[in-house]
């Protein structure tokens, strides 16, 4: 592919979506699960599991985002209490270099996905518009975001990690 992705920390945002936009930004997370399945089940293992270098397999990006589902819920969790600051998240990603996805069934590490993905949505689908107004400062990138731009901020990610699978897949899959 020819356009270069922006490092993930890099990224810079600006939340401004109408509240409107809520149930589409929701319905883009939901689908993650389904996306992350059809982009990794029909390939072999040894490909799944092969890292570029030092880069993270496909299976250790998808067990990335299986990684960060505690921390997703636990910031719905400071918007419903009224926290003025989002928890911060381990930004040397320690889980996911711990983990061991490569070592893990494929299927195991999409189910749990799911389920987690699941529960995510539900915790989502529980605010209403008021509250999917509210703020909390977001730690890395030191600016305010409602609840609707964390779930756009959840969103990008996936697709971050989707985009890079992608690469991955065209880096190593015969032509």
Request: overall charge negative.
């Amino acid at each position: 592919m020819l356009i270069q992705r922006v490092r993930w920390f890099e990224r810079e945002f600006v939340f401004d979506l109408p509240v409107w936009m809520y149930p589409n930004v929701v319905e883009r997370v939901r689908g993650t699960p389904a996306r992350l399945e059809d982009r990794l089940l029909a390939l072999p293992r040894e490909l799944v599991t092969r890292r570029d270098g030092d880069r993270w397999s496909m299976q250790e990006h998808a067990g990335h985002l299986l990684d960060l589902g505690e921390l997703d819920l636990a910031r719905l969790e400071d918007f419903r209490a009224g926290r003025e600051r989002l928890r911060p998240a381990d930004l040397q990603n320690r889980k996911t270099h711990e983990a061991d996805h490569n070592a893990a069934p494929l299927d195991a590490i999409l189910r749990a996905f799911r389920a987690e993905r699941a529960a995510f949505v539900r915790g989502l689908e529980e605010f209403d518009e008021r509250a999917v107004l509210r703020t909390a400062v977001h730690p890395r990138l030191g600016q305010p975001m409602r609840v609707l731009d964390f779930a756009f901020f959840i969103a990008e990610h996936d697709d971050h990690h989707l985009a890079a699978i992608s690469e991955l897949v065209a880096k190593f899959s015969p032509t």
